[in-house]
């Protein structure tokens, strides 16, 4: 006959075994940013470079953060496998900040704090950035061209851009996203003046 003891240990190794098995998958982080792997082209920077400070993007309180969410008509849903590796506003503002630093090669465009001020600030307000679960993509945003210079003009603008794909997984929703990211970061940059 089994002893007590012996029994309470099997029915604790059992309950352990069916928790395993009902045990969710692993949760999966993603990133606005591109892979690590991506061809950079090395800066050419001098003393008097020109600097460009890139502010962290303003999103809606929904939006801002780690949750990956799609939208059902007025549903918001959430992601129950995955989530942003941080913010939503710090991944925009990283991805915006790499994608304009790729076209201004011997400028220094950067998120980071600067020990003197730039010479440009960049400010963007995201008020809208949806994709539904038809794999229908809105980014609605303004953005702000601040100099340093009061005498030089403030440069205001704004774009309402929108793309279509896959939505069936969260990978394919992040890539979506980093699309409509890249679009903005591109419409951002042709506002940027060239360094004089």
Known sequence: MMSSSRRIALAFLGACT??????????????????????????????????????RAVLPDYLDSQDMITRQGEEVIRSPRSRWATR??????????????????????TDQPLADAANMRVQINVSRFDVNVDGQAILD???????????????????????????????????????LVIQLADQVNLSIPSAQ
Not at 36 to 46: E, F
Not at 146 to 156: A, E, F, V
Not at 159 to 176: F, I, Q, R
Request: hydrophobic fraction near 40%; glycine fraction near 6%.
């Open 18 to 55: 069916l928790l395993a098995g009902c045990a969710s998958p692993p949760l999966r982080l993603y990133t606005l940013g591109m892979p690590g792997d991506r061809d950079i082209q090395q800066p050419h920077l001098s003393a008097r470079l020109t600097t460009i400070e890139i502010s």
């Open 141 to 179: 945003a303004n953005w702000a061209v601040i100099p340093r210079d009061p005498k030089k003009p403030l440069i205001r603008n704004r774009a309402h851009l929108t793309a279509t794909g896959s939505v069936s997984t969260d990978s394919d929703t992040a890539a979506l996203m980093r699309k």
């Open 88 to 109: 939503l506003s710090l991944g925009i503002t990283d991805l915006v900040t790499n994608e304009i630093a790729s076209s201004h090669p011997n400028e220094l465009i």
